[in-house]
């Protein structure tokens, strides 16, 4: 590990043209007012907008601005991991490109980490989204904690704060929306103690939500149902790793 790096911000970005600029010119700001070394991971997923030779201009004025190229869309889950594994820090926070979240808010989720958690998750006060999203997600904070009995509020807030060795350790299998509750259901499985604190969330700055309601929906119930097959198996150590 590069000594020195406290904190990675990792984001998955695909098609986000309209904001990434302002984005990651707001992360880095983060870092100075807080006077902490800090790096920026991006792990593209096959934009085809443009995103990719902004990032590229970037690097020029923010060395410590990674970009791992994926040249091929994979999906959200597979973008993050790809930034994930890049990532060097003593921390690692995940989040959303689309300005949805306030990466400076990572202070919360560190100042709860430090009652003994390694993994801190953001709940959001009030979600700035459909009526149907909102809904959506109290159904699925139901099902987790019926399925895994992971009792959070929000298990799918993007905005999570990882210890950084515990974050890159983390097996990220699904493609798209389940991704950071699928984070937190291996973590919780592999021992590690989560916490959660309020964040804010925002409507999206730019660009548009690359969700489908209906076939999400689906796609997230029958990822729920693999994982916790899988987690069946890793507990009842006919699998190895989970």
Not at 42 to 56: A, E, N, Q
Not at 218 to 227: D, S, T
Request: glycine residues 10%.
């Amino acid at each position: 590990m590069t000594a020195g790096v406290f904190l990675s911000i990792t984001a998955p970005a695909y098609n986000e043209h309209e904001i990434i600029e302002q984005v990651v010119t707001y992360w880095e700001s983060v870092f100075a007012r807080d006077g902490i070394q800090g790096e920026i991971v991006i792990g593209d997923d096959g934009s085809t907008d443009g995103t990719k030779d902004i990032l590229h201009r970037l690097q020029g004025q923010f060395p410590n601005l990674v970009m791992v190229d994926n040249p091929v869309n994979r999906g959200y889950g597979y973008a993050l991991s790809s930034a994930i594994a890049r990532s060097q820090g003593d921390y690692v926070l995940t989040i959303d490109s689309d300005g949805q979240f306030d990466a400076g808010e990572y202070t919360l989720l560190w100042e709860k980490m430090q009652k003994g958690y390694d993994v801190v998750t953001g709940y959001r006060h009030r979600k700035r989204d459909s009526v149907l999203r909102v809904v959506a997600d109290r159904v699925l904070n139901l099902i987790i904690r019926g399925l895994f009995h992971l009792h959070l509020r929000d298990t799918n807030c993007a905005l999570k704060l990882f210890k950084g060795d515990v974050a890159r350790r983390l097996t990220i299998e699904a493609r798209g929306y389940p991704t950071p509750t699928e984070l937190l259901v291996r973590a919780q499985t592999s021992g590690y103690r989560i916490g959660e604190t309020g964040i804010t969330h925002r409507e999206r700055a730019g660009g548009a939500s690359k969700l489908k309601a209906l076939r999400t929906s689906w796609q997230m119930l029958l990822f729920l149902a693999y994982l916790k097959y899988k987690q069946k198996l890793f507990k009842a150590n006919i699998i190895n790793e989970f």
